[in-house]
């Protein structure tokens, strides 16, 4: 009986290292998709931001700039 307990108390330590492994890796998973999330979203960000200066900036055609130039 005592090599019967021996053996449970084994795989109940196996079973809560395990599991304990798996919720390591998860949580990283969690991470790493957090992460990649985030940089996709300041890359969209960057990109529209990037669009909206140059639309700012570009030059004006030429009947707006004549407009402009007499106000």
Partial sequence: MRNVERITSVKSELLDIFMSLQVDEYEQRQR?????SLRARRGIELHRE??????DIAPLPDEERQESELH
């Fill in 32 to 36: 790493s998709a957090a992460q990649r």
């Fill in 50 to 55: 990037f669009q909206k200066l140059s639309r």
